[in-house]
C-alpha cells in the first residue's frame, strides 16, 4: 500500500495567519491526490481535487500544490471557520489511503 | 444535488455483521463511482471499497474477505456488509460518490457504529 506521511499532526494558529499542512508520498501518485476538512460533527468536505484544482464552493484562500511526491495544503488566511481536521487522500493505486489527519485549532 | 444518507444499526455484537445502507437522492448510481469510508476513534481514515456504475467492485485487501458491498439499483441505494466483526470496526462510517478523477466530492452524514456485546 502506498503511505501517506501527514504533518503536523496538530497545529495551533491565529486568525489571517498563513497555514501549510503537508502529505509525503511514499512513492509516485502523480496528480492522484485531494485534500478534505472535516469540521466538528460534520462529514468531510472536498478541498482540492488533482493535487491543485480547487473544489466547487471552496473560498480561494484554500490552494494545493505539488513538488514531487509532496503534497501542500496552503490556506492563506485563516478564518475561524477553518478549524477541523485535514485530510489528504491519494487515489493512484487501490487501496485509497488517507493521511493520519492534521487536527487545526485557533491559536 | 446529490444526497447522500447512511443508515443501519448503530450496535453490532462480535463475530456478527455490520450491515449499513446508503440512500441516494438527486444522482443515479448507475453513474460514477460510490464507496465505503470509516473513521476511527482517535481521526484514522480507512478507505473501504467502492461499487462502480457498472456494479463491479473493489475492496481494501485489509478487509480480506469479510466485506461485500452491492446495490440495489431500483431503490438508488448501495449497500455495505462486513462480516466477522469485532470491536476494532467500531467507527463512524460514510459514503461517498467519487469519479473517474477518483476523488469524493460528496459525503453522508455518516453512521455512527459500536461493536460490543
Known amino acids: 500500500d502506498i503511505q501517506m506521511t501527514q504533518s503536523p499532526a496538530s497545529l495551533s494558529a491565529s486568525l489571517e495567519e498563513i497555514v501549510t499542512i503537508t502529505c509525503q508520498a511514499s512513492?509516485?501518485?502523480?496528480?492522484?491526490l485531494s485534500w478534505y476538512q472535516q469540521k466538528p460533527g460534520k462529514s468531510p468536505q472536498l478541498l482540492i481535487y488533482?493535487?491543485?484544482s480547487l473544489a466547487d464552493g471552496v473560498p480561494s484562500r484554500f490552494s494545493g500544490s505539488r513538488s514531487g511526491t509532496q503534497y501542500s495544503l496552503k490556506i492563506s488566511r485563516l478564518q475561524v471557520e477553518d478549524i477541523g481536521i485535514y485530510y489528504c487522500?491519494?487515489?493512484?493505486?487501490?487501496?485509497?489511503?488517507f493521511g493520519a489527519g492534521t487536527k487545526l485549532e485557533l491559536k | 444535488e446529490v444526497q447522500l444518507q447512511e443508515s443501519g444499526p448503530g450496535l453490532v455484537k462480535p463475530s456478527q455483521s455490520l450491515s449499513l445502507t446508503c440512500s441516494v437522492t438527486?444522482?443515479?448510481?448507475?453513474?460514477?463511482?460510490w464507496g465505503w469510508i470509516r473513521k476511527f476513534p482517535g481521526n484514522k481514515m480507512e478507505w473501504m471499497g467502492y461499487?462502480?456504475?457498472?456494479?463491479?467492485?473493489s475492496y481494501n485487501p485489509s478487509l480480506k474477505s469479510r466485506i461485500s458491498i452491492t446495490r440495489d439499483t431500483s431503490k438508488n441505494q448501495f449497500f455495505l456488509q462486513l462480516n466477522s466483526v469485532t470491536t476494532e470496526d467500531t467507527a463512524t462510517y460514510y459514503c461517498?460518490?467519487?469519479?473517474?478523477?477518483?476523488?469524493?466530492?460528496?459525503w453522508g452524514q455518516g453512521a455512527s457504529v459500536t461493536v460490543s456485546s
Open positions: 487522500l491519494q487515489a493512484y493505486s487501490a487501496p485509497n489511503t
Open positions: 461517498a460518490r467519487s469519479g473517474l478523477l477518483r476523488f469524493m466530492d460528496a
Open positions: 438527486g444522482y443515479s448510481i448507475t453513474s460514477n463511482y
Open positions: 461499487i462502480s456504475y457498472s456494479g463491479s467492485t
Open positions: 488533482g493535487a491543485t
Open positions: 512513492q509516485d501518485i502523480g496528480n492522484w
